[in-house]
């Protein structure tokens, strides 16, 4: 989902400011450990890192002065948050039938807390 907001849905609201990686993350969750050496978000978000996403700014499509920081404990609030407001992208989600729309859905919850885009 992290990997389609940031390729797929996100890219006309949000871009991806700064990640943080812890040096030695836990991985042994992940399917594919080098995984996170090509999408650096996992281990930001998921393993003790952080990523700061900044807001474009209507007027120039530029960055704006807005930033939120998607991390483990931002995840687990915007998940629920997505299953109460969202229920039918979180089915989505749940059924591994999601999409771009989805994971922008998704992303929009974890950092703002409803959808405001879109």
Not at 4 to 11: D, P, R, T
Not at 49 to 57: E, F, Q, S
Request: aromatic residues 8%; proline residues 4%; hydrophobic residues 35%.
């Amino acid at each position: 989902m992290m990997v389609s907001a940031n390729e797929q849905g996100s890219g006309y609201w949000a871009r991806v400011i700064r990640e943080s990686v812890p040096l030695d993350p836990d991985v042994s969750w992940m399917d594919d450990p080098e995984d996170i050496k090509r999408w650096p978000q996992h281990g930001a978000a998921l393993c003790g890192g952080k990523v700061i996403y900044g807001v474009l700014d209507d007027s120039t499509g530029r960055v704006g002065r807005k930033r939120y920081t998607l991390d483990a404990d931002a995840i687990r609030q915007g998940l629920k948050v997505m299953q109460e407001q969202e229920p039918r992208h979180f089915a989505a989600f749940i059924s591994e039938e999601d999409d771009a729309e989805t994971a922008d859905v998704f992303l929009q919850c974890c950092l703002l807390g409803k959808v405001v885009y879109g």
